[in-house]
């Protein structure tokens, strides 16, 4: 039986969804959120009993993840490009790669591409 | 004599001369009358009737009235006693010339007090509310009039179609039959019951009968279950949707009107949504992948339905998968009122957190109208999940 506790974040905007899942499955892996959009109500769910120490972790992870913006829901985004957007980038970096070789540069790989155009959202 | 008196007597040897005589005293008072002598001869007989008679000293009065005419002045006599200002006078008296009369004291006619109405009285000819005296004609009373005798092509059991009742109640459990105190002709049941009811059909039908339930309470669930045989043949209900029992929540409403033969549903709106009861069981997945999904993995869930119309909605959150993985997660008809759907159908827009928030959709799939399916618009659910997957949906559904 999974253990169910709520929690009242100590804060008025909305965390980052991905990233607060992140910080908090990192305290305990089987960690899940459940949360009404605009409220500071949380109920986290774990597997096991909640600890005074974890119910602490997990409220500071509530109150200090970062806020939602614009350019971490672009990231986000790119973290789940499907198939179809996947294909378009690389056959573009396919392309730009022979036009590297030519020029005697380094070929890029599909990671850095991603990783350049994730920190490109972060920026905008 | 007196005892101081010594008697006379005469002394011896003396000769004494003769006495003299003296004069004739006066003449005593008469003797007392002498016996009664023997009885006369009868009398001649009477001469006419009406005369009385003496026989032996006793006086006869013959039972024949004696004619006025044989008493002298007693026409006159009466007349002259008569306080004629009060013949045929109001409170007055009657008079003697032989016209009917009212009987005691004689009333003039007219239309005010202490007055009669004559024969052509327009008061004896009008148009008169009777005095309220229904209860004689009821049962028992002392003029009852039976309904079989209104007869015609109205049915007796019909005769109360005019009548409106609103009757209420707080039956709970099993109603059979259902008979609430006052039900009569038309009527809207008001249930506000302190636990669910379920009813299977109505007491009293009759062609053209109507029957209205009405929610009135705040909580509980009142439930009509279609053509039920725990209730006699011509009491069942006909539902509109007939796979389930039709529930009525709180402001919900619901009609029926018998056509001869039972109960037929014209109109249904269950009112508020109902919340089922939680079962693990009826979240399942259409392969060998187990979707876990706890009470408090609900956020909510609720059904209302309207008619055949089911809207049905769900908000589940931080659920498991585990196993091969499979493209349907499914909801058993248990979680929305036992309803069959009507037809296979691809409905509404499914949002999703399988890894991130995406869309899919709701389907329902031929063969298995009992269950409804979420899917991601392409592949599978991912297996292995742990605490984070959930689905939002809120759409309707037409029902059996």
Request: hydrophobic share 40%.
């Amino acid at each position: 039986m999974s253990a169910f506790q709520d929690f009242t974040a100590n804060r008025t905007t909305e965390a980052h969804q991905p990233t607060l899942l992140a910080q908090l499955r990192a305290l305990d892996a089987t960690a899940g959120v459940q949360h009404e959009v605009g409220t500071q109500a949380y109920r986290l769910k774990k597997a096991t009993a909640w600890t005074t120490p974890q119910r602490n972790a997990a409220q500071n992870v509530l109150d200090t993840a970062p806020e939602w913006t614009p350019q971490l829901q672009a990231q986000g985004e790119i973290d789940q490009w499907p198939i179809s957007t996947r294909a378009f980038a690389e056959t573009l970096l396919d392309e730009i790669n022979v036009l590297r070789a030519q020029l005697g540069l380094a070929t890029r790989t599909p990671a850095q591409v991603t990783t350049a155009i994730r920190n490109k959202a972060g920026t905008l | 004599m007196s005892p101081n008196r010594k008697p006379y007597r005469r002394p011896q040897g003396v000769t004494l001369p003769p006495p003299r005589v003296g004069a004739t005293g006066a003449t005593g008072p008469a003797g007392p009358a002498g016996p009664a002598g023997p009885a006369g001869p009868a009398g001649p007989a009477p001469a006419g009737t009406g005369y009385v008679t003496v026989t032996g000293g006793v006086l006869n009065v013959p039972s024949a009235a004696i004619p006025q005419a044989d008493i002298t002045g007693l026409v006159a006599a009466l007349a002259a006693k008569e306080a004629t200002a009060n013949k045929n006078a109001a409170s007055g008296y009657a008079g003697l010339d032989a016209s009917s009369k009212l009987t005691g004291s004689q009333q003039v006619y007219g239309t005010a007090a202490n007055t009669a109405a004559q024969g052509n009285d327009s008061r004896l000819s009008d148009a008169r509310t009777p005095t309220a005296h229904a209860a004689s004609h009821k049962s028992g009373g002392g003029d009852a009039i039976l309904l079989s005798e209104f007869g015609g092509d109205v049915p007796v059991a019909s005769l109360s179609n005019g009548t409106y009742t609103i009757v209420d109640s707080t039956g709970t459990g099993a109603l059979d039959n259902w008979n609430p105190t006052g039900l009569d002709g038309n009527s809207l049941i008001t249930w506000h019951g302190a636990a669910d009811a379920a009813v299977t059909g109505f007491a009293g039908g009759a062609v053209g009968l109507v029957r209205a339930v009405k929610h009135t309470g705040t909580t509980k669930v009142i439930t009509f279950a279609n053509n039920s045989g725990s209730s006699t043949a011509g009491n069942r209900l006909q539902n509109i949707a007939t796979s389930a029992v039709m529930p009525l929540a709180p402001t919900g409403w619901a009609v029926w009107q018998h056509d001869g033969t039972d109960w037929k549903m014209t109109g249904h709106d269950q009112g508020e949504d109902i919340t089922p009861a939680f079962n693990a069981a009826h979240f399942t997945t259409n392969g060998t992948m187990t979707w876990t999904v706890e009470a408090g993995d609900i956020g909510s869930i609720s059904y209302c339905l309207k008619g055949k119309r089911l809207f049905f909605q769900f908000l589940i959150q931080t659920t498991s998968t585990a196993g091969t993985a499979t493209n349907h997660l499914r909801i058993a008809n248990g979680q929305f009122g036992g309803f069959t759907f009507a037809k296979q159908l691809v409905s509404g827009t499914l949002l999703h957190n399988d890894g991130g928030f995406a869309n899919g959709f709701v389907q329902v799939v031929s063969g298995a109208l009992t269950t409804l399916a979420l899917a991601k618009f392409a592949g599978n659910w991912t297996t292995g999940i742990v605490n984070t997957l959930a689905v939002y949906w809120n759409g309707s559904l037409e029902v059996i």
